[in-house]
């Protein structure tokens, strides 16, 4: 069965250090989301992807962050001056019309230090 | 803008009981989609059963089944026979109809115990 996944598992990194978080949608899927969980709290959305677009983004998603397709398989999400609260999982999750269920992948951990 | 709310942060039961784990939403739109995710202690999210809000019919995936009540905004999720295997965090989410973002609830952990 396809399946969305995420590279790293695990990212450790210092403050003020840019991070990339990479995706690989499922590949017939057309739109893209990235949410985030910061440990022990509810999922949150974060931004939304289609046509090679932004169609939504949250009030979490600022300047800092930033989204990208760079090629037809790769979906990343970069945060260019990483800060503590942003020490949390990152799920990337793709959708078909079909059923418009979302898959998400497994998860990049993200520990800002 | 849409608000989901999951009333019990924890539940606990024994193995092979039967559980309901509730969720409320608030929304003013009349086409859209609820599901319940499941996270076990990997993190990984885990779609368990959707519910289309057209469909009068409630939802059931083997031992995991929903009870829908559009009117009163409630969207529960009841499992039978619960296995060890069932123990981890419950998310119940909204969507609008179309593909717009889920919005999440705070989640219910739920324990099986043996």
């Known amino acids: 069965e396809p399946e969305v996944t995420q590279t790293p598992s695990h990212q450790v990194t210092q403050m003020g250090q840019e991070v990339i978080l990479r995706c690989v949608p499922i590949s017939n899927h057309l739109y893209f989301y990235w949410y985030r969980q910061i440990l022990g709290q509810k999922v949150e959305f974060l931004v939304s992807?289609?046509?090679?677009?932004?169609?939504?983004k949250s009030e979490i998603f600022d300047d800092q962050f930033s989204v990208e397709r760079p090629d037809g398989s790769n979906f990343t999400l970069k945060i260019r001056s990483t800060k503590l609260e942003d020490s949390a999982m990152y799920f990337c999750?793709?959708?078909?019309?079909?059923?418009?269920?979302?898959?998400f992948g497994p998860g990049t951990r993200l520990t800002v230090t | 803008a849409q608000t989901v709310t999951q009333s019990q942060p924890e539940m606990s039961v024994q193995e092979a009981e039967t559980v309901t784990l509730s969720c409320t939403y608030d929304t003013s739109e009349n086409n859209y989609y609820l599901f319940w995710y499941k996270q076990p202690p990997s993190r990984q999210m885990i779609l368990v059963i959707r519910q289309e809000a057209y469909k009068q019919q409630n939802a059931t995936e083997n031992r995991f089944s929903v009870n829908f009540q559009k009117a009163a905004k409630s969207f529960s999720l009841k499992i039978s026979d619960s296995q060890l295997g069932d123990t981890a965090m419950y998310f119940c989410?909204?969507?609008?109809?179309?593909?717009?973002?889920?919005?999440f609830g705070q989640g219910t952990r739920l324990t099986i115990n043996p």
């Open positions: 989410a909204f969507t609008q109809q179309g593909a717009q973002k889920l919005v």
């Open positions: 999750a793709s959708l078909t019309e079909a059923n418009y269920e979302q898959y």
């Open positions: 992807f289609y046509n090679n677009e932004i169609s939504e």
